[in-house]
């Protein structure tokens, strides 16, 4: 029997701090999934740091917490002994080969950072047997998970269990993960549990074809994979762009030329490239003006300091976070926005694709995927990684010809509408979640 609408289960996410790009991601695809009538679960596992985030979204949320954890797990235990015996020895063993073979507790996770054996079990019977309930109780179709990190191995066990196929989202977890600047690469410490996620998976999608390059080294066989951009919310941006430096007068820049920074200060997105290039700006354009926007994630202290030794302190503001509604505010008044992110973590860039639908033009270095979601030369620059030079002379190039400059912005919003919007990419995904369902269906 044909199903018009189908209900669906986010896991294996834990939300980043507002405007982050997975959160925008999720929330964008599951916005356009219910205007069509599905229903969208969500499993939170950081609830006090993401009510900001999930407010007012018609999503229906779960969390559950690890209070009396010893209680929980020897329930969780004897309910999933009850479900399946076989099934519940087989997984104890499969947690603890992890385990032992380090690609448990080591993806910066919660709360499987640095468990022992005992503690990872504990967890993982516990989310088991939760997500197994919700997945009755609600009666979801499909499961779709982000990362295949331990949450997304855990909703693998849940779908084999209930029967219920899954997707999984990889992002660039297969290429490179660290945790901190001087860390190590812990990706290859993963590549068991990399393997058993991916080739058990109904279909693999990931969003831009850099963090879709580590899966065929982990598959056995062919699998279905796609590519579905992390889309932008288009309700939030003008059908047209009024003039900019008006509403750079609005917010008080008036007379300023704007170089955005927008993203989580910390040593992966290379916010202090943007201040080493602001001495040499300032000689050529002494109006000029550094925004970041963004949460602290361990590096405005060091930002700050940077600012104050180049003697350009006073061009330099540090917004912190905003509302949507503001962000976008920025995003139209700047005249460039500056991605210099520095890992091939980076998949594409939320902010990239926000900005030139805002019609401002950007620069990128050539990380991750960042590089495909701007046109070189047309929507703006794709930098080599590191190259301060480089990064300095498209700044200018653009800052100094405003008629060039107005220029890529037609050209960068033309393309982001066409190539980004959560419409389109949300369409596309639940095409392939209700194909995967009815193959399911017919098994």
């Keep these: 029997m044909f199903q018009k609408h189908i209900n669906i289960l986010i896991t294996g996410i834990m939300l980043p701090p507002p405007y982050g790009g997975l959160a925008k991601r999720t929330l964008n695809l599951a916005n356009v999934w219910i205007s069509k009538g599905n229903q969208v679960h969500l499993i939170d596992i950081n609830p006090s740091r993401n009510d900001f985030i999930l407010s007012g979204v018609n999503i229906k949320v779960h969390t559950f ?30 947690v603890l080969e992890y385990h032992l073979k380090k690609s448990f507790g080591m993806s910066g996770w919660q709360p499987f950072i640095n468990c022992s054996f005992r503690g990872s079990l504990f967890y993982s019977l516990i989310w088991v047997k939760e997500i197994y309930q919700i997945v009755k109780k609600y009666k979801i179709n499909i499961i779709t998970s982000n990362y295949a ?27 490179f993960w660290k945790l901190n600047k001087d860390g190590k690469n812990i990706s290859p410490y993963y590549s068991p549990l990399f393997k058993k996620v991916f080739n058990k998976a109904d279909w693999i999608i990931a ?7 580590a899966v065929n080294r982990f598959l056995k066989e062919k699998k279905p994979t796609s590519v579905i951009y992390s889309p932008i919310d288009l309700t939030h941006i003008p059908e047209t762009i009024s003039n900019k430096n008006q509403l750079r007068n609005n917010i008080g820049f008036s007379n300023k030329k704007i170089v955005l920074f927008v993203g989580q200060l910390n040593w992966r997105k290379g916010p202090d490239y943007v201040i080493k290039i602001a001495p040499l700006i300032i ?16 590096m405005l202290k060091k930002l700050k300091g940077l600012a104050i030794s180049l003697d350009v302190i006073k061009y330099v503001k540090f917004i912190g976070t905003v509302s949507e509604e503001v962000l976008q ?52 620059f ?62």
């Design 65 to 94: 917490d690890y209070k009396n954890k010893y209680f929980k797990m020897i329930f969780a235990l004897l309910f999933l002994i009850v479900k399946n015996p076989v099934f519940t020895v087989k997984f104890i063993i499969e």
């Design 283 to 298: 000689e050529k354009i002494p109006n000029v003006l550094f925004v970041f926007i963004g949460p602290d994630t361990g």
């Design 207 to 213: 969003p831009s074809k850099h963090c879709m390059k």
């Design 329 to 380: 505010d920025y995003m139209r008044v700047a005249n460039v926005l500056v991605f210099p992110s520095l890992t091939d973590r980076e998949c594409m860039g939320m902010s990239l694709k926000e900005a030139q639908a805002n019609g401002t033009p950007v620069i990128t270095f050539d990380s991750g995927g960042a590089a495909e979601a701007v046109l070189d030369r047309e929507s703006g």
């Design 149 to 175: 990190f331990e949450y997304s191995m855990l909703s693998l066990k849940v779908s084999q269990l209930a029967k219920t196929p899954i997707i999984i989202t990889t992002y660039s977890e297969g290429l």
């Design 382 to 443: 794709i930098v080599p990684r590191r190259d301060l030079n480089k990064l300095y002379e498209s700044v200018i190039y653009i800052l100094t010809d405003e008629v060039r400059a107005n220029k890529m912005g037609r050209k960068a919003r033309e393309w982001a509408f066409n190539q980004f919007s959560a419409e389109k990419e949300a369409v596309k995904m639940l095409n392939i979640l209700k194909k995967v369902f009815l193959s399911n269906l017919n098994r």
